[in-house]
């Protein structure tokens, strides 16, 4: 892989990382500049008070001072406080990141079964197989996240009362160690459940087209006429042939693993980063949609970069060009 | 790839094994726990920073105050003080504490305390104290006593409902930005104390043994945090919660009828209202014609206000044309039958016709009597509620069958803030909650109130200024007589009521609902129309006594739930083991 390749990739990521940071402090703020009136409306404040929670929050003085203020602490590694919580930004994503993790990223490990589905419908095309996952795949693919969710909550958790009806924990619990992990498994399974399902179609059907593509290939003609098993042609030739748009796909999605799942993580009140981003959105609380936007906007620029590292290791055309 | 299917079988079996165990460990939990679910999360523990509903249910229970509030009617009740003398001019007031008061952690809690929340709070201007403490002054005369002396005649006391906190703990904190103290302690005085806050999920209040009314009859109250309403009321009818704040509107009916489950409609004298540009402040552009009082009248005659509660509250609301300045209903004055501004189209197409607002081009838009513009408001209303927007296209479309067009615009509560505070409106839909004493609402609608610039906004935001309104606004205020000072506000609201600068549309609900097969004692306050929880001061909490047998939710389920929860996940491990199986055998067939 040429050096420039990976320098130009990395330069190009970072000046991305540089623009979301400008542009999301000067988004919420042309919408909404002054938040302290209407959140302390009906309080009672007098008029220098209210000016003090202006200072408190980073409210007072120009725009561009704000941003001046905004630029440095983040420099510092400091985000600021959520004007809801007076609670550092930091400390609440530090909280509702570890939650997230666990339930989108075990949802997209499972979804990533959806691949080796989607490789063998691809590779047997017009069998019964692959009729019925393709159908199957569009079906789940088709259903909204949300949708899925309310039945799933009605069915198993309100109706049959096989799970909790949310949350990570018994709330109240006194359970610590290994009994805690598998109270949050039990309370993640409908969820996360929820979720792949949601995922997997996508997978599923990027996966097949991927294999049918490359099934259609010349050099597998000559593998087979080479005498190989069918079962080698698939996997020496097919498979890593069929792997590219799978693992920009993939890529992507664990980019997305940290902006959690709004959806779902609202139907399970589920304390992740997508409902920290459902209570920041209601406030406005700019201190805290700054933090979520910039988190999530990182990752996903990360996830990109190694996407595009890898595709140049995996197709070494990329990184020659 | 096969030999990974096949150990994903297994792990996914063993993790099945692993809930069964769990699941029957966790049932030794003996606590007796009131499980409440609310759609909110806590913002603070700190009574100086925190500002939400949820944080104010944790501070009625950790703080108790000087004197409390009758559950019935809101009445100054001895609370922390078991007495209190009044000084001949009614300025100070002596506070004698009960005796061995003790806060949670076992520290006595004396005069000291009390003085210093006072003092500091007055001098540091703390947000949820400041208003009441602005002009007072106290001072320890010995452990059990504390003297208080406002600087005005102030006719809230003997009423002393500030929460007092602990020094020991806070007297550090105060040196430096006290709003910035996660307040994490959870020692108080009041009949729970904050055991633990996992935000955004649920927070947990332990009995407080030392409560002055002596210990709570069950051992914590788990306060959890829903994000869909839906999921909260299904929460409530599998039995995982007791009690469920602000039931979505549309779920109500359903529980109405369930067995088993309570439903409250309960009143605390929030209301929502329309509001029209007063135009008092000299900045803006609203329309000349809301200076007109017939104009309001007219717009006031054409909104069928039962109507809107009964399609857009689901008949979740109250249909009261007093601006609502306390959730006791003492201080609403009756409005003569002929000063009521009740549905009438016709008398409010009439109202217009003599004041000469006709429609001469034929539109189906009246005009100003000099034919300069047309009667078209600009309507703002929010973003983020419910009812705004059915409530809107009710009253657009009663507007313009008297012939009173509208413009319709929609904003988040900051913007519609900064579009009240700059004057550029005509009419707009909001609402307020009152405190008990309506000493602060009525300010709100005083000339001092009024937004001038708008970069400091006031509080008045029906830009209406009234000479009269203000000299009985002073008159209350100072006003140590009750009965007198009920009058002088009645005579207010009716002021207020018959300028129609604000119309009420209605007085709006705590929607709540609750299982019966877990508790009893669940207090309204008020008296038969408030909520049970989520009120002034909540006594419910300390009134509530677990019912025998209902101690736990339904134990003997669960281990059957779990054993069909451990099936279906051997089931779904067993398949992905055959088909890694299957798979090998055809590819060994290829």
Redesign the interface.
């Known amino acids: 892989m040429r050096r420039r390749f990976v320098i130009g990739k990395i330069l190009g990521a970072l000046s991305t990382l540089v623009f979301v940071v400008v542009f999301n402090f000067f988004l919420f703020r042309v ?5 302290i ?14 000016d ?2 202006r200072v ?1 929050f980073n409210l007072d003085g120009t725009k561009w001072e704000q941003f001046v203020a905004y630029v440095r602490q983040l420099l510092h590694g400091d985000l600021g ?1 959520s004007l ?4 550092p930004v930091s400390t ?1 994503i530090a ?2 990141i570890w939650p997230t993790i666990l339930l989108v990223g075990t949802s997209t490990l499972l979804a990533m079964l959806g691949i ?1 589905l989607g490789y ?1 419908a691809g590779w047997r095309r017009g069998s019964t197989f692959d009729a019925t996952a393709t159908s199957v795949s569009m079906l789940t693919y088709s259903m909204p996240e949300y949708w899925i969710g ?1 039945v799933a ?2 069915v198993f ?2 109706g ?16 610590t160690g ?2 805690r992990i ?2 949050q ?2 309370h993640m ?1 409908l969820p996360a459940t929820v979720l792949a399902v949601a995922y997997i179609g996508e997978y599923m059907i990027v996966a097949r087209s991927a294999m049918i593509d490359t099934s259609r290939e010349d050099y597998l003609q000559l593998a087979r006429a080479k005498g190989l ?3 080698d042609v698939r996997k020496r030739h097919a498979q890593p042939n069929a792997l590219l748009p799978v693992v920009s796909l993939s890529a992507i999605n664990f980019g997305f693993v940290l902006s959690g799942a709004i959806a779902v ?5 589920w ?2 980063i997508g ?2 981003t ?2 920041a959105i ?1 406030g ?1 609380d700019f201190p805290m949609l700054q933090g979520l936007f910039l988190l999530i906007s990182a990752a996903v620029i990360l996830a990109n970069l190694a996407a595009d590292l890898l595709y140049g290791y995996l197709d070494p055309r990329v990184a020659g060009r | 790839m096969k030999r990974q299917l096949g150990a994903l079988g297994l792990a996914i079996a063993a993790l099945g094994t692993m809930v069964v165990t769990t699941a029957n460990a966790s049932g030794g939990d003996e606590k007796v726990t009131l499980t409440v679910g609310l759609m909110q999360d806590l913002d603070s523990p700190n009574p100086t920073a925190g500002y939400l509903v949820s944080a104010y249910e944790l501070w009625n229970l950790q703080y108790a105050t000087l004197t409390d509030k009758a559950a019935d009617d809101f009445a100054t009740e001895p609370g922390l003080a078991e007495k209190w003398e009044a000084s001949n001019d009614g300025l100070t007031y002596t506070y004698t504490l009960r005796e061995g008061l003790k806060w949670s952690d076992g520290e006595p809690l004396t005069a000291d305390d009390v003085a210093w929340t006072i003092n500091t709070s007055r001098d540091q201007e703390w947000i949820n104290h400041s208003a009441t403490t602005a002009n007072l002054d106290a001072k320890v005369i010995d452990e059990r006593t504390v003297e208080i002396t406002s600087a005005v005649p102030d006719p809230k006391l003997p009423t002393m409902d500030v929460y007092i906190l602990p020094q020991h703990i806070w007297e550090e904190q105060a040196a430096g930005d006290i709003t910035t103290y996660a307040a994490d302690d959870g020692v108080g005085s009041g009949a729970f104390t904050l055991q633990q806050w996992n935000p955004g999920q649920d927070w947990t209040m332990v009995a407080n043994p030392n409560f002055w009314r002596g210990a709570p009859k069950f051992d914590q109250i788990v306060f959890r945090v829903f994000t869909e309403g839906s999921a909260m009321v299904a929460a409530l009818r599998a039995g995982e919660i007791d009690f469920v704040h602000d039931v979505p509107s549309e779920q109500f009916e359903g529980l109405t009828t369930e067995e088993g489950i309570e439903t409250v409609i309960g009143q605390q004298g929030g209301f929502s209202e329309l509001a029209m540009n007063g135009m008092a402040g000299g900045i803006g552009d609203g329309h000349p014609a809301l200076l007109d009082i017939d104009v309001r009248h007219a717009i006031a005659k054409a909104i069928d206000r039962q109507a809107l509660v009964d399609r857009v509250l689901l008949g979740q609301g109250e249909v009261n044309p007093i601006l609502g300045v306390s959730p006791d209903s003492v201080w609403f004055p009756e409005i003569p039958e002929a000063d009521q501004l009740n549905y009438d189209p016709a008398g409010a197409a009439k109202l217009l016709d003599d004041a000469g607002y006709l429609d001469t081009d034929g539109d189906g838009t009246r005009e100003m009597p000099d034919g300069s513009q047309p009667l078209k408001f600009r309507y703002a209303q929010l973003s983020d509620s419910d009812t705004a927007g059915p409530n809107q296209e009710l009253i657009t479309g009663w507007l313009k069958e008297i012939g009173i067009d509208t413009e319709v615009s929609t904003y988040d509560q900051t913007q519609l803030t900064d579009v009240i505070a700059s004057g550029e409106y005509d009419l707009f839909a909001w609402g307020w909650t009152p405190f008990v004493d309506p000493d602060p609402m009525l300010s709100y609608f005083t000339c001092a109130q009024v937004t001038t610039d708008a970069e400091s906004p006031g509080y008045n935001d029906a830009n209406w200024c009234s000479e009269e309104y203000d000299a009985l606004y002073e008159q209350q205020n100072q006003e140590l007589d009750r009965a007198k000072r009920v009058e002088l506000v009645h005579e207010m609201l009716t002021l207020f009521h018959n300028e129609s600068t604000y119309v009420v549309l209605y007085h709006d609900a705590d929607t709540q609902a609750y299982r019966t097969d877990r508790f009893t004692g669940w207090v309204r306050q008020p008296k038969d129309v408030g909520p049970v929880l989520f009120s002034n001061t909540s006594p419910s909490y300390w009134n509530l006594t677990p019912v025998d047998g209902g101690g736990d939710d339904g134990g003997t389920s669960t281990g059957l739930i779990i054993a069909i929860v451990a099936g279906a996940v051997v089931v779904l491990g067993a398949i992905v083991f055959f088909a890694a199986r299957s798979r090998r055998q055809q590819d060994d067939k290829e």
């Open positions: 919408v909404n500049d002054d938040p009136n209407s959140m302390f409306r009906g309080r009672n404040l007098t008029p220098e008070q209210l003090r929670l408190k406080y809801k919580s007076s609670r609440v909280e509702a080796a063998r309310m909550l009605g958790a309100a049959l009362g096989w799970f909790p009806v949310g949350g990570l924990n018994d709330p109240g619990s006194t359970l290994l009994e598998l109270d498994l039990h399974i098993r069918e079962a993580e609202s139907i399970f009140s304390p992740g409902q920290q459902q209570f209601a406005p």
